[in-house]
Nanobody, 119 residues
């Protein structure tokens, strides 16, 4: 069983900051890509940022220069530092990892954490 536990969401004013964290636990022997997605009401889930095992990163254009993704391979953890938050960043944020377990690669999702930005 693999679990992704997220934390760090909340309510913040525009211009503020939040830091999301996600830790993977269970019988997972290797994690490749780690990603953050978000989904606002009425919208499709979209990729916010991703990071490879070696630290290469990709960001959505809408968050470039404001968000930073990082990971701790020893702890199977990924974080998303969100600065200069805007009301349009309001969404449920989901952690997503590609993990190796039981002889195969699979994709795992966290339960989601709400981020709300007030104007």
């Amino acid at each position: 069983q693999v679990q992704l536990v997220e934390s760090g969401g909340g309510l913040v004013q525009a211009g503020g900051s939040l830091r999301l964290s996600c830790a993977a636990s269970g019988s997972i022997s290797r994690i490749n890509a780690m990603k953050w997605y978000r989904q606002a009401p009425g919208n499709q889930r979209e990729l916010v940022a991703s990071i490879t095992y070696t630290g290469s990163t990709v960001y959505a254009d809408s968050v470039k220069g404001r968000f930073t993704i990082s990971r701790d391979n020893a702890r199977n953890a990924v974080s998303l530092q969100m600065n200069s938050l805007k009301p349009e960043d309001t969404a449920v944020y989901y952690c997503n990892v590609q993990g190796y377990r039981g002889g195969s690669w699979d994709t795992y999702w966290g339960q989601g954490t709400q981020v709300s930005v007030s104007s």
